[in-house]
């Protein structure tokens, strides 16, 4: 089965009403496991067993507060999967594992698995849901992958959520409010009943609710077999039977004296994209930098450390503060609140309740800005007149609708803030077209806040994520290749390969997207492939293939037509370099030719050339030699990230770099510095260093803060652990597209913190979490890597990958060479190696033969 295959078999789910309850998943997940055998009612095949399972319920904040307890637990060593909903771009995000989504080769392997079953199921007239069929999709790949710990975002409620299958260590229920009243209750109180469902038994449930909610929390949470309930809260926190007309003298609340078990505090924000936040027990402490703004974000940062502390006991496992810190400092959620743009500012926020949106309103309002201008998309089943109630009331509005049955319509919406007594109120489709005519109003000191529904944040955020990735395609079987990665049916691979031989792009565009750009292409005798999917569940997958002008044609096309597609014309166009020229780019080395960038390790333990140049002397004697040699930049490195490194002390690493870094400043080259801590980034950088060179590719928000305010030229690395782990498998379905879009999130996140895109080199991190073979690939094609438009980094000096040619790792000279005059060949612009002198000729040769006229030496 194909991947397209299964998603459409998934996607089809959702015309299927909910029916609550868990015995259907738990007798999928039986169905799908190998050897297990059928439960009976309340029998759970995953207790006792497998991953520790927590679970996240809640109206509000479940999916940060999730988010925040998987990146907290990581830091703290554990393997983790994450559960969550909905997703942006693809429905694999929804399942992740240590970060990264789950591979669509293992979305097909349990569709096939599991479709007989399913199909059986609805036959006899009792059909699962999408969410069912998903949610146990995520349980069976943590399974699968073994994970230590799995953190899952229930989805509606708690007791009958498909979630609850799992017997939970650690469990929380955010907040609750009015929502999903048909099914829920119409009550806070029944609401706050059947959430609270998820406490796990014989262990304390963690809450953020207050007054009537967390009193049926607490009886409820007793019940079922907690024993007991901790309560988050702020420093007016107000207790059981605590209400705004009362008098809570008494009633639980501050005025009374009483204290919630943890009390948070939000302490503002501290850039655009931080704040700061204090989380305080009796007898513990955090106070941290988070990537998410406003006030209810410190709550959810409170609740998730007591979930971690829980996960940590139970597993025997530490998890101090110090691992909390770090953790809710990585804790990123795409679409919640997140400043894509700073003029004017714009920001993405996917509230889709009244709460919600007045917690948005609360938070842009900490922004100084002029006007503000509003992109509003909703589902046609939200409160759409509270929503409107609740957002800035002095707005434009430009209502819209993302590409899904359940949108409410762009004019019944229009109609709703005009009641609601905004002024100017603009009606338009699509969401990326309202989008655009947001950003054309709106002056540098405005705001733009795109918001209402995480469907239209998905479709708004692709303007800054969709990638245009350029293929070479040489033959028959290079373009059954791109096809089938792209999802395009058999038959389509039969009819299309002999004709995609020429320029090949691979984008992923919304549905209707999609299908324009087939039309057009077409009617200009160019060819497009689009992927097999029948929905509009996530982003297609397209290929389009066609000479210089016919692109040419096609972007002239796109123009000023709707649907986001005249900016996709104008990405097309600076991808393939059409009456597009270069950005000019502040890098200290020549720009017009092969950079070579040798190495310079200061350590014990280096893989290929450990102690050699641990002296003070030695360094300053190597670096010379290397310059002699025709190096253009020397790269100092301090800690070494082999497989199986030990991790080396901070202190230790500024006494082996700085003094380094300050000899070597007066050199003719620039020094660049291998590290992946911003302590010793600002010290090398004020030692002399001129450029940063990153392996965990500024994963840490102090890194891009780092890079952001100094300015000097950044390597972002592609890596999923440093040092690396070399027992830890990591699976791509293709290493190259993966490698490349999980860089475009990383590049994205460095550019949302203030750092320049034309400071940033890019570098696919052979060795790190990747095999031999899947080195050669990348090897092969660095083309593909232009999609990020920035310089290329390639280093694999003497690297494991040349086992594969009969070499050994860190004693592969011959294997390097040739590799090195093949990347150049392929699009590198610096190559990273030990042996400079050997590596400049193959790079002299390289470049000769792409230029035989102009090269010169």
């Given amino acids: 089965m194909q991947y397209h295959e299964a998603a459409n078999f998934l996607f089809d789910l959702r015309r299927f009403g909910v029916d609550p309850g868990v015995e259907s998943v738990r007798d999928l997940l039986a169905a799908v496991d190998a050897g297990l055998p059928a439960q009976g009612a309340g029998e759970d095949p995953h207790a006792g067993s497998g991953p520790a399972y927590v679970q996240v319920a809640g109206t509000n904040g479940k999916g940060s507060t999730a988010r925040m307890v998987e990146s907290a637990l990581r830091q703290a060593g554990l393997s983790v999967g994450l559960y969550s909903s909905p997703h942006l771009e693809a429905m694999a995000e929804r399942i992740r594992v240590d970060g990264r989504a789950i591979p669509r080769s293992a979305v097909a392997a349990f569709v096939e698995q599991a479709k007989p079953w399913l199909v059986d199921r609805a036959a006899e007239g009792a059909p699962l849901t999408f969410f069912e069929v998903v949610t146990a999709m995520g349980i069976w790949q943590f399974e699968r992958r073994d994970v230590d710990v799995a953190v899952l975002e229930v989805g509606l409620g708690g007791e009958l959520d498909a979630t609850s299958v799992v017997d939970p260590v650690a469990s929380a229920v955010t907040n609750v409010s009015l929502e999903h009243t048909s099914v829920l209750g119409e009550t806070v109180e029944e609401i706050a009943e059947t959430k609270t469902h998820v406490a796990p038994e014989g262990r304390r449930l963690v809450t953020g609710t207050e007054g009537a909610a967390l009193s049926t929390v607490r009886d409820v949470a007793g019940r079922v077999g907690a024993s007991g309930v901790i309560t988050v809260g702020t420093d007016d926190w107000k207790g059981e039977g605590a209400t705004e007309d009362v008098d809570h003298a008494g009633g639980g609340s501050a005025a009374s004296g009483a204290h919630p078990d943890v009390t948070v505090a939000y302490e503002g924000r501290v850039s655009h994209q931080q704040a700061a936040v204090s989380v305080a027990a009796d007898d513990w402490a955090v106070d941290a930098q988070i990537p998410l703004l406003g006030e209810h974000q410190a709550m959810n940062a409170g609740i998730a450390c007591v979930l971690a502390r829980q996960v940590g006991e139970a597993l025997d496992v530490q998890v101090g503060t110090d691992e909390l810190a770090r953790g809710l400092a990585r804790a990123d959620w795409?679409?919640?609140?997140?400043?894509?743009?700073?003029?004017?500012?714009?920001?993405?926020?996917?509230?889709?309740?009244?709460?919600?949106?007045?917690?948005?309103?609360?938070?842009?309002?900490?922004?100084?800005?002029?006007?503000?201008?509003?992109?509003?998309?909703?589902?046609?089943?939200?409160?759409?007149?509270?929503?409107?109630?609740?957002?800035?009331?002095?707005?434009?509005?430009?209502?819209?609708?993302?590409?899904?049955?359940?949108?409410?319509?762009?004019?019944?919406?229009?109609?709703?803030?005009?009641?609601?007594?905004?002024?100017?109120?603009?009606?338009?489709?699509?969401?990326?077209?309202?989008?655009?005519?947001?950003?054309?109003?709106?002056?540098?000191?405005?705001?733009?806040?795109?918001?209402?529904?995480?469907?239209?944040?998905?479709?708004?955020?692709?303007?800054?994520?969709?990638?245009?990735?350029?293929?070479?395609?040489?033959?028959?079987?290079?373009?059954?290749?791109?096809?089938?990665?792209?999802?395009?049916?058999?038959?389509?691979?039969?009819?299309?390969?002999?004709?995609?031989?020429?320029?090949?792009?691979?984008?992923?565009?919304?549905?209707?997207?999609?299908?324009?750009?087939?039309?057009?292409?077409?009617?200009?005798?160019?060819?497009?492939?689009?992927?097999?999917?029948?929905?509009?569940?996530?982003?297609?997958?397209?290929?389009?293939?066609?000479?210089?002008?016919?692109?040419?044609?096609?972007?002239?096309?796109?123009?000023?037509?709707?649907?986001?597609?005249?900016?996709?014309?104008?990405?097309?166009?600076?991808?393939?370099?059409?009456?597009?020229?270069?950005?000019?780019?502040?890098?200290?080395?020549?720009?017009?030719?092969?950079?070579?960038?040798?190495?310079?390790?200061?350590?014990?333990?280096?893989?290929?050339?450990?102690?050699?140049?641990?002296?003070?002397?030695?360094?300053?004697?190597?670096?010379?030699?290397?310059?002699?040699?025709?190096?253009?930049?020397?790269?100092?490195?301090?800690?070494?990230?082999?497989?199986?490194?030990?991790p080396v002390e901070i202190e230790e690493e500024l006494d082996r770099v700085v003094p380094v870094v300050e000899e070597l400043a007066d050199l003719e080259v620039p020094i660049s510095v291998d590290t992946r801590r911003p302590e010793v980034a600002r010290a090398v950088i004020d030692a002399g260093a001129d450029v940063l060179n990153d392996v965990e590719g500024l994963q840490d928000p102090e890194m891009r803060r780092v890079a952001a305010e100094t300015g000097v030229?950044?390597?972002?690395?592609?890596?999923?652990?440093?040092?690396?782990?070399?027992?830890?498998?990591?699976?791509?379905?293709?290493?190259?597209?993966?490698?490349?879009?999980?860089?475009?999130?990383?590049?994205?996140?460095?550019?949302?913190?203030?750092?320049?895109?034309?400071?940033?080199?890019?570098?696919?991190?052979?060795?790190?979490?990747?095999?031999?073979?899947?080195?050669?690939?990348?090897?092969?094609?660095?083309?593909?890597?232009?999609?990020?438009?920035?310089?290329?980094?390639?280093?694999?000096?003497?690297?494991?990958?040349?086992?594969?040619?009969?070499?050994?790792?860190?004693?592969?000279?011959?294997?390097?060479?040739?590799?090195?005059?093949?990347?150049?060949?392929?699009?590198?612009?610096?190559?990273?190696?030990?042996?400079v002198a050997e590596n400049v000729a193959a790079v002299n040769v390289a470049d000769a033969a792409a230029d035989p006229e102009g090269f010169e030496p």
Avoid at 451 to 475: C, F, H, M, N
Avoid at 514 to 537: H, I, N, P, V, W
Avoid at 727 to 744: A, C, K, P, S, W
Wanted: with cysteine.
């Fill in 334 to 646: 795409p679409g919640r609140f997140e400043v894509m743009a700073q003029a004017p500012l714009t920001v993405l926020d996917g509230a889709h309740n009244p709460e919600a949106c007045e917690t948005v309103s609360g938070t842009l309002s900490t922004f100084d800005y002029d006007d503000c201008h509003l992109v509003v998309a909703a589902m046609h089943d939200k409160d759409t007149a509270a929503m409107a109630a609740a957002l800035p009331d002095d707005a434009t509005v430009t209502t819209c609708a993302p590409s899904i049955d359940r949108a409410e319509d762009p004019e019944v919406l229009g109609r709703t803030f005009e009641e609601a007594d905004y002024d100017a109120v603009t009606v338009t489709g699509s969401v990326a077209n309202a989008l655009s005519l947001a950003r054309e109003a709106a002056d540098e000191e405005d705001a733009v806040l795109v918001t209402g529904s995480l469907y239209a944040i998905a479709e708004a955020r692709a303007t800054w994520t969709r990638l245009q990735i350029p293929k070479r395609v040489d033959s028959v079987d290079d373009a059954e290749s791109v096809l089938r990665e792209a999802q395009v049916s058999e038959p389509g691979i039969w009819r299309m390969r002999g004709k995609a031989d020429h320029r090949v792009l691979h984008t992923r565009v919304q549905e209707r997207q999609a299908e324009y750009l087939k039309q057009e292409m077409l009617s200009l005798d160019g060819e497009c492939s689009a992927s097999a999917l029948r929905t509009g569940g996530e982003l297609h997958d397209v290929v389009l293939s066609g000479t210089m002008a016919q692109f040419k044609r096609l972007a002239e096309k796109l123009q000023g037509q709707p649907w986001g597609l005249s900016e996709l014309g104008e990405e097309i166009r600076a991808r393939l370099g059409i009456q597009h020229s270069e950005p000019d780019r502040n890098l200290p080395w020549p720009q017009d030719r092969t950079v070579v960038m040798g190495i310079l390790n200061v350590t014990p333990d280096s893989f290929h050339d450990g102690g050699r140049y641990e002296r003070i002397k030695d360094a300053v004697a190597r670096a010379e030699a290397m310059i002699d040699a025709g190096a253009d930049v020397i790269d100092v490195g301090g800690e070494s990230t082999r497989p199986g490194a030990d």
């Fill in 713 to 835: 030229p950044v390597v972002l690395m592609h890596s999923i652990e440093a040092p690396v782990d070399p027992e830890n498998e990591i699976h791509y379905d293709d290493v190259v597209e993966e490698t490349i879009r999980e860089l475009g999130d990383r590049l994205l996140a460095a550019e949302k913190a203030g750092v320049d895109r034309e400071q940033v080199i890019i570098d696919p991190g052979i060795g790190f979490g990747k095999t031999a073979r899947e080195g050669f690939e990348l090897l092969d094609r660095l083309a593909e890597f232009e999609a990020l438009g920035c310089p290329l980094l390639f280093g694999h000096s003497h690297k494991s990958m040349f086992g594969l040619t009969g070499e050994q790792a860190g004693a592969a000279p011959n294997s390097t060479i040739a590799a090195t005059a093949i990347a150049a060949r392929n699009g590198a612009d610096i190559i990273r190696v030990h042996d």
